[in-house]
């Protein structure tokens, strides 16, 4: 089976910086997934990671390790809207191209 | 561009009945998702189609849902009979996939509540 264990709730300051571990253990890899997700709101798509290293979208970042089975999501400069629920999600690889999700991550930014 | 469109955005239907949600993905966008969301189960990818053609429809539940891409403009998820353990937010969302690059973009949702 597929398993992906993210934190259940992390605070943080505005201003800061904070990173968001995700550990999966999935029958093969093929791609992993971020997503923000305001309550009561639709998510939002943050980033794909298939390949190892670091990818920067702005005040985001993902990490990526296969041969861990490890991601992070880096938030910089944190904004009190970055208050939401982080969800990261892994496809595994032979032919499904259906992902598992993790619980999410509720942040909790404060001034 | 307006973005992914879903109709309803709410429904409050009896057990039995017949429930259809509707979604206009954004143009240009050859993959189209839908997604079922709630608090006991999370986030699920019930169904994924490129280019109007179903590739993985393993999320599924049931048979009871059904899904069809008639064209690139337009998608529906049916469920038939509806059942209360149902209710649930179902989310579509449009996006594109080259090489190792992917995105994705939400609708609004379609709060369902079966009766």
């Known amino acids: 089976g597929q398993n992906i264990d993210q934190p259940t709730e992390m605070t943080a300051t505005e201003g800061a910086i904070v990173q968001i571990n995700c550990t999966y253990q999935?029958?093969?890899?093929?791609?992993l997934f971020w997503y923000q997700q305001h309550a009561g709101e639709a998510p939002t798509f943050l980033s794909y990671?298939?390949?190892?290293g670091l990818e920067e979208k702005g005040r985001f970042s993902s990490f990526l390790s296969r041969s861990k089975g490890y991601s992070y999501l880096l938030l910089k400069e944190l904004q009190m809207k970055d208050s939401a629920s982080y969800l990261c999600?892994?496809?595994?690889?032979?032919?499904?191209?259906?992902?598992?999700f993790g619980r999410g991550t509720s942040l909790i930014v404060h001034p | 561009d307006a973005g992914v469109i879903q109709s309803p955005r709410h429904e409050v239907t009896e057990m039995g009945q017949e429930v259809t949600l509707r979604c206009k993905p954004i143009?240009?966008?050859?993959?189209l998702f839908w997604y079922r969301q709630t608090m006991m189960r999370g986030l699920e990818l019930l169904i994924y189609?490129?280019?109007?053609?179903?590739?993985?429809d393993s999320g599924m539940p049931e048979d009871r849902f059904s899904a069809k891409m008639p064209n690139a403009s337009f998608s529906t998820l049916k469920i038939q009979p509806s059942e209360p353990r149902d209710s649930a937010v179902y989310f579509c969302?449009?996006?594109?996939?080259?090489?190792?690059?992917?995105?994705?973009?939400f609708g609004p949702g379609t709060r369902l509540l079966v009766l």
């Open positions: 969302a449009s996006g594109s996939r080259e090489g190792s690059m992917e995105t994705q973009y």
């Open positions: 999935t029958s093969g890899f093929n791609g």
């Open positions: 999600a892994v496809r595994a690889s032979g032919g499904s191209y259906i992902p598992t």
């Open positions: 189609f490129n280019n109007n053609v179903p590739i993985d």
């Open positions: 990671n298939v390949l190892d």
């Open positions: 143009s240009g966008h050859n993959s």
